[in-house]
């Protein structure tokens, strides 16, 4: 892939998120009788603009795209005059503030919600919960685990998908729990298996929890046998056929799909004689693999697909999908945990119990959107509202500068009968801009050093 093809997902992603945050702060204020000025994407210098609005509110293009902002009536940043001061923010109530500012992380949940309700409710294609042949002397070989096992549940918690038990592991691992994990064999059989998760590292610069275990996905064993050709391809213009057994690819053997599709990748361009078995007949053709760019490197294509496709498929694959109000549940229970499980990997963060590591900057989540967007839509939705639930999130936690740092002003302002003075706001303003610098360069410093290590 390109610099556009991570660039653009990651930009798109950005753009639609930092708008429906900012028309969350924009739709309250606007609901609570606040004069909105400027509603902006991006920071610093406009580049663009255009006034709309019975208000005549300036929407417009800033020059560094990084956030957004919606820019009310305020006195504390410029005269007002006398017939507009109950438009003024900061002449309303604390709670119609509270609504405003807590209105720009909420739309990023909702966002999260409707998207996860879009996806359940028209299914979603996901990898089912089938365990491969664990690591030798693995915890999960320890544990009993065998090859072509589907778990259930883990701890009673239903599991359907890879993901969901991966997600249900990272949840268990941070507590460093023994769980118990209900599997069902092939001759449909239950078992029980006890999985200790003490070993586990919660960290990104690790694998994952599931792969730290010995826990491999299951992939069906695929003989090289050729399904489907396309019209014009190397092989069909060779004269292979549906049903071809490939056995051998110049001096090499193959024994399965893999062996196949790695021979043909290496040699685009080059001649290949391949050895077929053909109605009990061994056969021998030369073709050449057309070249083909993908990942940064040319690689060879013959243009057929894998015998018996959909069989294998339904082993690997499941269309998860529910009705209109089990969409919206699903939903709403994964925003929910998403946020929750964020809130406390940052808390261990400050406490030392998970690594650093974790924090990620705009360089990761690019390549990310890049990586979701070639895997395909449903994959770009999902990255889109992770990263809109981790926006909310981040915007909620109490640093000034953030929503939740002015939340924080407006909780104290409750407490004590009165607003917050200007100068320990300033203050605060100054200890935020601090802070917030260090987190983004920290997370930039992850970023460098995962791309170095990758």
């Keep these: ?153 883990v701890n009673g918690t239903p599991v359907a998908t890879w993901q969901e038990f991966r997600w249900v592991l990272l949840n268990q691992a941070l507590d460093r729990k023994v769980v118990d994990v209900e599997m069902i064999n092939e001759a449909r059989e239950i078992n029980v298996r006890r999985l200790d998760l003490s070993g586990i590292s919660v960290d990104q610069s690790e694998k994952d929890a599931a792969t730290q275990l010995g826990l491999q996905l299951y992939r069906p064993a695929v003989p090289a046998v050729l399904g489907h050709l396309s019209p014009g391809g190397a092989a069909a213009t060779a004269g292979l056929k549906s049903g071809d057994r490939v056995l051998r690819i110049g001096d090499k053997a193959v024994n399965d799909w893999t062996d196949l599709v790695l021979a043909v990748r290496d040699a685009p361009g080059q001649t290949l004689e391949m050895e077929i078995l053909r109605s009990g007949e061994a056969q021998v053709f030369s073709l050449v693999p057309t070249g083909v760019e993908e990942g940064g490197r040319r690689i060879g294509r013959i243009g057929v697909a894998v015998a018996d496709a959909d069989i294998r498929r339904d082993l690997m694959f499941v269309t998860v999908r529910y009705d209109l109000s089990e ?80 939340l924080l002003y407006y909780v104290i302002e409750i407490i004590k009968g009165g607003p917050v003075s200007e100068r320990v706001m300033e203050i605060g303003q100054q200890i935020g801009m601090v802070l917030l610098a260090a987190l983004m360069a920290f997370a930039f410093y992850n970023d460098i050093n995962r791309l170095v290590a990758s």
Excluded at 54 to 73: C, H, N, R
Excluded at 117 to 137: C, D, F, K, Q, T
Excluded at 352 to 365: A, C, D, F, M, Q
Aim: aromatic share 10%; net charge positive.
């Design 1 to 153: 892939m390109g610099v556009l093809d991570y660039l653009l997902p990651f930009v798109l992603a950005l753009g639609v998120l930092i708008v429906v945050h900012e028309y969350g702060h924009y739709g309250v204020a606007r609901l609570c009788g606040v004069k909105v000025l400027r509603f902006s994407l991006g920071f610093g210098k406009v580049v663009w603009m255009r006034r709309w609005g019975p208000d005549q509110t300036e929407w417009a293009l800033s020059i560094f795209p990084l956030g957004g902002y919606v820019k009310m009536l305020d006195e504390r940043e410029a005269p007002v005059a006398s017939h507009e001061l109950h438009r003024a923010f900061n002449r309303q109530n604390v709670w119609k503030r509270i609504a405003i500012v807590a209105a720009g992380p909420l739309a990023n949940f909702l966002l999260a919600i409707a998207l996860y309700w879009g996806l359940y409710s028209g299914g979603v294609e996901e990898l089912r919960a089938r365990i491969g042949e664990p690591v030798a002397a693995s915890a999960a070989d320890k544990a009993g685990f065998t090859a072509g096992e589907l778990v259930r549940s």
């Design 327 to 406: 969409a919206f549940v699903k939903g709403l229970r994964q925003t929910w945990d998403t946020a929750a499980l964020s809130v406390i990997v940052m808390g261990r963060m400050i406490t030392g119990e998970v690594s650093v590591k974790n924090l990620s900057g705009p360089v990761t989540i690019a390549d990310f959107a890049g990586q979701s967007a070639k895997m395909g839509w449903t994959h770009y939705i999902k990255f889109l509202a992770l990263i809109s639930i981790s926006l909310g999130v981040l915007n909620l936690l109490p640093v000034p500068v953030l929503d939740g740092g002015h």
